[in-house]
C-alpha cells in the first residue's frame, strides 16, 4: 500500500512528498471454494462447515445467523431484525428486509414528557425500546425461497453451541464486560450473561439452554415456532411485565419484504446495496456519485484535498439521509433524484474546494439540497452466490432485556426513529419527519450490506456494524480497493474518517491523518474529533487479493477479518 503525504495544493507552503513503505496488514485469507467472514470464528466456522457439505451461501448465511445469536450475543440475534443482500451465480439480485417494526401501540410522541421533551433512555433501555423482531421471519424466507439444506440441518450447530456452551475468548469477554452493569438490572439476563452474579473471564464456558430450547421451536416450526406457541407467548408476556406495548397481534402480523436492490454504477463497477428503510444504499451512491468526478488516486490517499473533498461528500450526503430517507410503505423517498449523476454535480458545484461546509448551513430546502450496533457477514460459495447480511440489536446487546424463559436478546431498535425531530439519537443522528413514529413503520437504518459486481460477477462483498458509521466505512472500503490499489485487508484495516452533517465534527480514527494534514483541514475550518467505537469490517474480494493483482494459485476468494474488535475470523476452504 503506498501512503502519500500530499499537501493542499492550494496552500501555498504545501510541499508534496511521496513515500512508500510496506503495508503492514497481514494478507487476506485465501481459499478456492468458498469463503466466510464473521464477527465471531466458532460462526465462521459453521458457515464453512455448511459450504463443506454442499450448501449454497444462502444456506450458509442462515447457519451463520443463529449461530451468531448463540455466540456473539452482542450483536447476532433472534431478537432483532437486519437486511440480506443477494447476488445469485446466474445473476439475479434481490435485498431481504427483515427490520423490526414499530409495535401497533406506538405514536409519535410515545418518548416525550408532556412538555414536547425527549425522556432520555427512554427509546434504548428497557421492553418500551422495543420493536417487532423480524430476524427470524428473516431466515425461515431466505432459507425457503433460496435456500438448499433443512432447516433442521442448518440451527443444528446452533443448538449444540447453546445447550452445551463454547468457551469464551478475550474478545468475546470484552463485549460481555460492555455491559455487566446494564446485565444486573434484569434478572432474566443476569441469569444468563452473568456467571454468579460476576462478569465471565475468558477460559469460561458460556451455556444457554432457554435460548436452546428456543432455537429447537424455530427448528421444528420454521417462523411459527418463534412469532406463536410458547416462545410467541412469553415474548408477549415479557413484555407486558417490562411495560412494553408488544403483543400477539404484532408477532401476527410480522411479514418480511423482498425488494429491489439499490443500484448505482463507480468507477466501472456496479454497487448493490441496501435500499429504504436503509438509508445505507442511497448515502453510499450518493458520495460515490459526488467524489467520482474527483482524481481521488492522483490526489493521493489521506491528502489533505481527498480527504477534504471526501468529509464535504459524506456532509452533503448525509443532509439527505437524516431529512428525506424512510420506511418506503409510509414516505415518499425521493431515490431519482438523490441517485441523478447530474444532482451529485449541483452538490460538487456548491463545495469549495479550500473550506469546510458549516453544517449548520446546509439544510433541507436550502439548494442543492431542495425540497452500533450491529453485526455483519459475508459469504460466496464455490458456484458464485453471494451474500452480504448486516442484522442487529441495535445497541451492544439492545435493549439489555431478556424475554424471560427464551434467552432471547431484544433490541432496542425504536431509538432509530426520530423520537422529536431535531433532538439526536443514541448515534447523534438529527433526523426529519420522514423518519417520525408510527404503528407497524420500519426505523430508518444506515445498515449497508453491499456486493460490488463487474460484467454482472460479484468482486467485492462487504458490510460492518458502526450505527451511522457503517455507511462511511463501506465508502472508504469501496474507494481503498477502487481507487487507491489496495489489497482487501489493507482496505479494511486502513484507518477511517467520518462526518454525518450533524454535530457538525469528524471523527478521525488514531493515525488517520498525518499531524501535518490534519492542521490543513483545521485551516480549511474542518472540526477534527477523536474516533468514535470502531466498527468491525467483514469483506470478501473475488478473484485476487488486490483488484487487477494476480490471484494465489487456484485460489479464487479473498476474505478480510477487521482487527479492530479482537474478534472474527475470516475462513475458507
Given at each position: 500500500?503506498?501512503?502519500?503525504?500530499?499537501?493542499h495544493?492550494?496552500?501555498?507552503?504545501?510541499?508534496?512528498?511521496?513515500?512508500?513503505?510496506?503495508?503492514?496488514?497481514?494478507?487476506?485469507?485465501?481459499?478456492?471454494?468458498?469463503?466466510?467472514?464473521?464477527?465471531?470464528?466458532?460462526?465462521?466456522?459453521v458457515g464453512?462447515?455448511?459450504?463443506?457439505?454442499?450448501?449454497?451461501?444462502?444456506?450458509?448465511?442462515?447457519?451463520?445467523?443463529?449461530?451468531?445469536?448463540?455466540?456473539?450475543?452482542?450483536?447476532?440475534?433472534?431478537?432483532?431484525?437486519?437486511?440480506?443482500?443477494?447476488?445469485?451465480?446466474?445473476?439475479?439480485?434481490?435485498?431481504?428486509?427483515f427490520?423490526?417494526?414499530?409495535?401497533?401501540?406506538?405514536?409519535a410522541?410515545?418518548?416525550?414528557?408532556?412538555?414536547?421533551?425527549?425522556?432520555?433512555?427512554?427509546?434504548?433501555?428497557?421492553?418500551?425500546?422495543?420493536g417487532?423482531p423480524?430476524?427470524?421471519?428473516?431466515?425461515?424466507?431466505?432459507?425457503?425461497?433460496?435456500?438448499?439444506?433443512?432447516?433442521?440441518?442448518?440451527?443444528?450447530?446452533?443448538?449444540?453451541?447453546?445447550?452445551?456452551?463454547?468457551?469464551?475468548?478475550?474478545?468475546?469477554?470484552?463485549?460481555?464486560?460492555?455491559?455487566?452493569?446494564?446485565?444486573?438490572?434484569?434478572?432474566?439476563t443476569?441469569?444468563?450473561?452473568?456467571?454468579?452474579?460476576?462478569?465471565?473471564?475468558?477460559?469460561?464456558?458460556?451455556?444457554?439452554?432457554?435460548?436452546?430450547?428456543t432455537?429447537?421451536?424455530?427448528?421444528?416450526?420454521g417462523?411459527?415456532g418463534?412469532?406463536?406457541?410458547?416462545?410467541?407467548?412469553?415474548?408477549?408476556?415479557?413484555?407486558?411485565?417490562?411495560?412494553?406495548?408488544?403483543k400477539?397481534?404484532?408477532?401476527?402480523?410480522y411479514?418480511?419484504?423482498?425488494?429491489?436492490?439499490?443500484e448505482?454504477?463507480?468507477r466501472?463497477y456496479?454497487?448493490?446495496?441496501?435500499?429504504?428503510?436503509?438509508?445505507?444504499?442511497?448515502?453510499?451512491?450518493?458520495?460515490?456519485?459526488?467524489?467520482?468526478?474527483?482524481?481521488?488516486?492522483?490526489?493521493?490517499?489521506?491528502?489533505?484535498?481527498?480527504?477534504?473533498?471526501?468529509?464535504?461528500?459524506?456532509?452533503?450526503?448525509?443532509v439527505?439521509?437524516?431529512?428525506?430517507?424512510?420506511?418506503?410503505?409510509?414516505?415518499?423517498n425521493?431515490?431519482?433524484?438523490?441517485?441523478d449523476?447530474?444532482?451529485?454535480?449541483?452538490?460538487?458545484?456548491?463545495?469549495?474546494?479550500?473550506?469546510?461546509g458549516?453544517?449548520?448551513?446546509?439544510?433541507?430546502?436550502?439548494?442543492?439540497?431542495?425540497?452500533?450496533?450491529?453485526?455483519?457477514?459475508?459469504?460466496?460459495?464455490?458456484?458464485?452466490?453471494?451474500?452480504s447480511?448486516?442484522?442487529?440489536?441495535?445497541?451492544?446487546?439492545?435493549?439489555?432485556v431478556?424475554?424471560?424463559?427464551?434467552?432471547?436478546?431484544?433490541?432496542?431498535?425504536?431509538?432509530?426513529?426520530?423520537?422529536?425531530p431535531?433532538?439526536?439519537?443514541?448515534?447523534?443522528?438529527?433526523?426529519?419527519?420522514?423518519?417520525?413514529i408510527?404503528?407497524?413503520?420500519?426505523p430508518?437504518?444506515s445498515m449497508?450490506?453491499?456486493?460490488?459486481?463487474?460484467?454482472?460477477?460479484?468482486?467485492?462483498?462487504?458490510g460492518?456494524?458502526g450505527?451511522?458509521?457503517?455507511?462511511?466505512?463501506?465508502?472508504?472500503?469501496?474507494?481503498?480497493?477502487?481507487?487507491?490499489?489496495?489489497?482487501?485487508q489493507?482496505?479494511?484495516?486502513?484507518?477511517?474518517?467520518?462526518?454525518?452533517?450533524?454535530?457538525?465534527l469528524?471523527?478521525?480514527?488514531?493515525?488517520g491523518?498525518?499531524?501535518?494534514?490534519?492542521?490543513?483541514?483545521?485551516?480549511?475550518?474542518?472540526k477534527?474529533?477523536?474516533?468514535?467505537?470502531p466498527?468491525?469490517?467483514?469483506?470478501?474480494l473475488?478473484?485476487?487479493?488486490?483488484?487487477?493483482?494476480?490471484?494465489?494459485?487456484?485460489?479464487?476468494?479473498?476474505?478480510?477479518?477487521?482487527?479492530?474488535?479482537?474478534?472474527?475470523?475470516?475462513?475458507?476452504?
Open positions: 500500500m503506498k501512503i502519500h503525504a500530499i499537501g495544493p492550494l496552500a501555498a507552503a504545501a510541499v508534496a512528498i511521496c513515500c512508500s513503505t510496506q503495508a503492514a496488514s497481514q494478507a487476506p485469507v485465501a481459499a478456492q471454494n468458498g469463503m466466510v467472514v464473521t464477527a465471531q470464528r466458532l460462526a465462521s466456522q464453512v462447515d455448511v459450504l463443506k457439505k454442499g450448501g449454497n451461501a444462502i444456506d450458509a448465511a442462515v447457519a451463520v445467523g443463529y449461530a451468531l445469536a448463540v455466540v456473539y450475543p452482542a450483536a447476532g440475534n433472534l431478537g432483532g431484525g437486519g437486511f440480506m443482500t443477494i447476488q445469485l451465480a446466474d445473476g439475479r439480485k434481490t435485498f431481504l428486509d427490520r423490526e417494526k414499530a409495535p401497533l401501540e406506538a405514536n410522541l410515545m418518548y416525550q414528557d408532556n412538555g414536547g421533551n425527549v425522556i432520555e433512555g427512554l427509546s434504548s433501555y428497557g421492553h418500551l425500546a422495543v417487532v423480524g430476524t427470524v421471519a428473516g431466515m425461515q424466507y431466505a432459507l425457503e425461497k433460496y435456500g438448499t439444506m433443512p432447516r433442521a440441518t442448518l440451527l443444528a450447530p446452533a443448538i449444540a453451541l447453546a445447550q452445551r456452551g463454547f468457551t469464551l475468548d478475550e474478545g468475546d469477554v470484552d463485549l460481555l464486560l460492555t455491559a455487566t452493569a446494564d446485565f444486573r438490572k434484569d434478572a432474566p443476569a441469569a444468563i450473561f452473568l456467571n454468579r452474579g460476576e462478569p465471565y473471564a475468558p477460559g469460561q464456558t458460556l451455556v444457554q439452554r432457554d435460548l436452546a430450547n432455537l429447537r421451536q424455530i427448528s421444528r416450526h417462523a411459527a418463534f412469532y406463536k406457541g410458547p416462545v410467541g407467548a412469553a415474548l408477549v408476556a415479557s413484555s407486558a411485565a417490562g411495560k412494553g406495548i408488544l400477539q397481534a404484532d408477532l401476527d402480523q411479514k418480511v419484504r423482498e425488494l429491489a436492490p439499490l448505482c454504477d463507480y466501472g456496479h454497487v448493490v446495496s441496501a435500499p429504504p428503510p436503509s438509508s445505507g444504499g442511497v448515502v453510499i451512491c450518493e458520495i460515490l456519485n459526488i467524489v467520482e468526478a474527483y482524481p481521488l488516486k492522483e490526489m493521493g490517499f489521506r491528502a489533505a484535498q481527498a480527504v477534504h473533498l471526501q468529509i464535504e461528500a459524506m456532509r452533503h450526503a448525509y439527505d439521509r437524516n431529512n428525506y430517507l424512510g420506511d418506503p410503505d409510509f414516505v415518499k425521493p431515490l431519482e433524484r438523490l441517485l449523476k447530474g444532482y451529485a454535480a449541483k452538490v460538487r458545484a456548491a463545495i469549495d474546494p479550500a473550506k469546510a458549516v453544517s449548520q448551513d446546509i439544510q433541507p430546502g436550502v439548494a442543492p439540497h431542495e425540497g452500533s450496533n450491529t453485526t455483519h457477514y459475508s459469504i460466496i460459495d464455490k458456484a458464485g452466490n453471494a451474500v447480511v448486516t442484522y442487529t440489536l441495535n445497541d451492544w446487546f439492545g435493549a439489555k431478556t424475554a424471560a424463559r427464551t434467552g432471547v436478546l431484544l433490541n432496542n431498535e425504536m431509538d432509530d426513529f426520530t423520537a422529536k431535531g433532538v439526536p439519537n443514541m448515534y447523534g443522528l438529527v433526523q426529519g419527519e420522514a423518519n417520525a408510527a404503528p407497524g413503520k420500519r430508518l437504518s449497508s450490506p453491499t456486493i460490488v459486481t463487474r460484467d454482472g460477477k460479484p468482486v467485492l462483498i462487504v460492518t456494524p450505527g451511522s458509521r457503517i455507511i462511511t466505512a463501506v465508502v472508504h472500503t469501496l474507494l481503498n480497493v477502487i481507487d487507491y490499489g489496495m489489497n482487501i489493507e482496505a479494511v484495516d486502513a484507518p477511517r474518517f467520518h462526518q454525518q452533517w450533524l454535530p457538525d469528524t471523527n478521525v480514527e488514531a493515525f491523518l498525518s499531524p501535518d494534514t490534519a492542521a490543513i483541514l483545521a485551516g480549511m475550518g474542518h477534527l474529533g477523536p474516533a468514535q467505537a466498527n468491525h469490517m467483514a469483506a470478501i473475488v478473484g485476487a487479493p488486490a483488484l487487477g493483482g494476480q490471484p494465489r494459485g487456484a485460489m479464487r476468494y479473498y476474505g478480510a477479518n477487521d482487527p479492530r474488535r479482537n474478534s472474527g475470523l475470516a475462513l475458507g476452504y
